[in-house]
């Protein structure tokens, strides 16, 4: 894509080009190469450019209803509808050969579930529980509360392969020296949901809860797989200090780690935030450690705390809110009111 | 000026054809490419759920019963959020009309979309999101579906124009009139943000 022909654009102009939007939307990798040169060769005359990428960009920062826990349900409620509606077709009769053939799929079916059980091996953690294991290969897994982590019972033939749902910090052991040529069989793939992640040797951090991921690489090297918004798998190397965020159908996030340190606090059962807003922290209570939060007033949560919040407890975390935010928060066992 | 229209997981043509033709692998095929979509789009005119389900569910319905006098339409997608549309609304307009709220030129009902602030973590970008927040409420909800259907599902003016029912100048001018609203206010940032982005390169110098 050319950019040159955008120099004398105004605003509006940019917002109104269907050229400029589906260079926003899609973001082919040929197209930002040109406008990474286009924005170098016009400092100034590409600002105007610049903010209404943000401004569009900004405005797809959306929150996605997907509604996905109805997918299966309700087309079998449309299968019914239709069956019902099409005269020709039979009310259903079960034959003796269904009879049969429905318990040889009962039988079946639990045969199956019984043996990918049997095959793996996992570990779950409660809320606010913080568990370290040692996989079979020596590698050290530390998991959040409410986290799973599932490995094959062979894990270590061929690559070894973990399945992670929730938080964990992983130290993976090196099988191999020379990073640079891995045979399969040396490779550690950490699965969350559609994403995949390719380890080299190393230190990072993983945490997939709601459909979103987000990785921070302390040591080493890995690389990572993900489905793009416009459902193309796509690689991203990661190089220490990176911190990727992915979520279904969008592209990935990159950003360098201020403080690296912030990402691990949780092993030492810290609580720590920077410049968060009370949504993050909320989910950080409910997610980790299990607490319910009720807010009178859903506009509450995005109020922000500026600064960095450090803290040990959830106890001196709920005084600096209700201090900074004048927010009164009340706790009953598990329980959380705010009300302003 | 080059048209080019993004369609996010289009429905290709064989798959198409073969749910015309009665394929049923096809039609499930067809449900679960669109169905997350769909309902993301309905959550914009309604926070009540079961209506959403209902509006997609006689989608499905109908469109199985019509399968073989429906024509070859250019986007699927586009073709399915105007029948989910237009279904919603209807089955809207009937609660609506219990409700008795007067429908001026405006729709009786409310769009909204909402802003996914946890990927944000640069300061700059964080207040341009608030200010396009604030700019958007101000709109009306016709122009607000407007700029949905363009800047978030990256329709061109004739699909958008097309799925609201509206012809083309009147979705022009109702665009253009939002974009110079969201202008006003967003500019302001932009200029913050240049002035942020200059005194840290200043800054770095001066620590060089």
Redesign the interface.
């Known amino acids: 894509m050319d950019f040159s022909k955008f120099i004398n654009y105004t605003f509006e102009d940019f917002l109104n080009d269907d050229a400029f939007l589906a260079f926003v939307v899609e973001q082919n990798a040929s197209d930002v190469l040109a406008w990474e040169k286009f924005r170098a060769a016009h400092p100034y005359k590409s600002r105007i450019a610049l903010a209404a990428f943000n401004t569009i960009s900004a405005y797809r920062q959306q929150k996605v209803f997907s509604n996905e826990q109805a997918q299966q349900s309700l087309f079998e409620k449309i299968s019914v509808s239709i069956t019902a509606g099409e005269p020709k077709i039979k009310k259903l009769s079960f034959s003796p050969f269904f009879k049969v053939a429905a318990v040889f799929a009962v039988v079946l079916l639990s045969a199956l579930l019984y043996f990918t059980m049997w095959n793996k091996d996992a570990v779950k953690t409660d809320y606010g529980i913080i568990k370290t294991i040692t996989l079979p290969d020596g590698s050290e897994v530390t998991l959040n509360g409410n986290s799973k982590i599932s490995y094959a019972a062979n894990f270590n033939d061929g690559p070894r392969e973990v399945w992670i749902d929730g938080e964990a910090l992983f130290k993976v052991k090196h099988i191999n020296i020379d990073t640079n040529h891995i045979q399969p069989d040396e490779k550690f793939i950490v699965h969350c949901g559609d994403l995949n992640i390719e380890v080299l040797g190393t230190t990072f951090n993983v945490k997939s809860r709601h459909e979103k991921t987000s990785i921070g690489l302390l040591t080493g090297k890995i690389r990572v797989d993900y489905d793009d918004i416009n459902k193309k798998r796509m690689q991203f190397v990661m190089k220490p200090g990176d911190l990727v965020k992915h979520a279904d159908e969008s592209n990935l996030v990159h950003q360098k780690m201020l403080n690296p340190q912030h990402l691990t606090a949780w092993i030492n059962r810290q609580l720590v935030f920077q410049n968060a807003s009370l949504e993050e922290m909320i989910s950080v209570l409910q997610d980790d450690l299990g607490y319910e939060v009720v807010l009178d007033d859903k506009k509450i949560s995005e109020l922000k705390v500026e600064g960095e919040i450090n803290v040990g407890s959830v106890k001196e975390l709920l005084q600096i809110l209700s201090t900074t935010l004048h927010l009164n928060i009340k706790t009953n066992n598990k329980k959380i009111t705010i009300t302003k | 000026?080059?048209?080019?229209k993004?369609q996010?997981?289009e429905t290709t043509a064989p798959e198409w054809n073969a749910f015309k033709g009665g394929d049923w692998n096809a039609y499930?095929q067809l449900?679960?490419i669109h169905?997350?979509a769909l309902?993301?789009y309905g959550?914009k005119f309604t926070r009540d759920?079961s209506l959403?389900?209902d509006a997609?569910?006689d989608l499905?319905?109908n469109l199985?019963?019509k399968r073989e006098q429906l024509g070859n339409p250019v986007s699927v997608k586009n073709y399915l959020y105007k029948s989910l549309r237009n279904l919603l609304l209807r089955k809207m307009d009937v609660q609506q009309r219990f409700l008795a709220i007067d429908s001026a030129e405006d729709y009786p009902f409310n769009f909204e979309?909402?802003?996914?602030?946890?990927?944000?973590?640069d300061?700059s970008?964080k207040e341009?999101?608030r200010k396009?927040k604030e700019a958007?409420q101000t709109l009306s909800s016709r122009q607000q579906e407007i700029?949905y259907l363009?800047?978030?599902e990256?329709l061109?003016y004739e699909a958008a124009a097309d799925i609201m029912n509206l012809n083309i100048t009147s979705t022009y001018k109702l665009?253009?009139k939002a974009?110079?609203k969201?202008?006003d206010r967003?500019?302001l940032v932009?200029l913050m943000?240049?002035l942020a982005i200059i005194g840290s390169k200043r800054a770095l110098l001066e620590i060089n």
Do not use: C
């Open positions: 000026m080059p048209l080019k993004v996010l997981h499930r449900y679960n169905f997350k309902n993301n959550y759920v959403i389900e997609v569910h499905f319905v199985w019963a979309v909402s802003f996914d602030t946890v990927f944000m973590e300061e970008k341009l999101q396009l958007i700029i363009r800047f978030y990256g061109s665009l253009y974009i110079g969201l202008q967003v500019k932009d943000m240049m």
